[in-house]
T-cell receptor, first 113, second 113 residues
């Protein structure tokens, strides 16, 4: 079965430090992978996606993600965290059987000044 | 740009009552969907539609009905609300043939007493 895992419920990072939010996936074919962000009391916003091509994908707000096929991972990264990056982050993979997205449970990112 | 509009933002129901959550999008997207978000469980797909007159069940469809009479609107109906339906509901849309990037509404918080 296809699935997505976000192993960390919460990640704490000091402002200015690099951040990583982890995501691993399990799919039968080539993965379509996504990251979304949810600010408090708001809907989700698309950050970036991997379909094919370069393993390093750049997205909105200075975020990037690295696709690693051998480790079946798609970790979200940012070189220098901002307090305003504090939010809930979701990883998702497309289910090839029905083209719907399968979502991870979410990781709460807290950036401390 | 309005994007995806959900109403109401907040609603309190008593067990057994019925209600409809409204969703409208002005981007001419053919695909629309409803998710529920519960703590620690990510997003779970309730129903989706790939175009007017076409709907299909997602992961957790029981207790919910949908219809799609126009491209713009995709209402979600709860016929007999139960406390287990207390959740935050999100409507999302995307263009047909898109690579999965979804546009979300701001959410509707429903409490069933």
């Amino acid at each position: 079965a296809q699935s997505v895992a976000q192993p960390e419920d919460q990640v704490n990072v000091a402002e200015g430090n690099p951040l990583t939010v982890k995501c691993t996936y399990s799919v039968s074919g080539n993965p379509y992978l996504f990251w979304y962000v949810q600010y408090p009391n708001r809907g989700l916003q698309f950050l970036l996606k991997y379909i094919t091509g370069d393993n390093l994908v750049k997205g909105s707000y200075g975020f990037e993600a690295e696709f690693n096929k051998s480790q079946t991972s798609f970790h979200l990264k940012k070189p220098s965290a901002l307090v305003s990056d504090s939010a809930l982050y979701f990883c998702a993979v497309r289910d090839d059987s029905n083209y719907q997205l399968i979502w991870g449970a979410g990781t709460k990112l807290i950036i401390k000044p | 740009n309005a994007g995806v509009t959900q109403t109401p933002k907040f609603q309190v129901l008593k067990t057994g009552q019925s209600m409809t959550l409204q969703c409208a999008q002005d981007m001419n997207h053919e695909y629309m969907s409803w998710y529920r978000q519960d703590p620690g469980m990510g997003l779970r797909l309730i129903h989706y539609s790939v175009g007017a007159g076409i709907t299909d069940q997602g992961e957790v469809p029981n207790g919910y009905n949908v219809s799609r009479s126009t491209t713009e609107d995709f209402p979600l109906r709860l016929l007999s609300a139960a406390p287990s339906q207390t959740s935050v509901y999100f409507c999302a849309s995307r263009p047909r043939g898109g690579t999965g990037e979804l546009f979300f509404g701001e959410g509707s918080r429903l409490t069933v007493l």
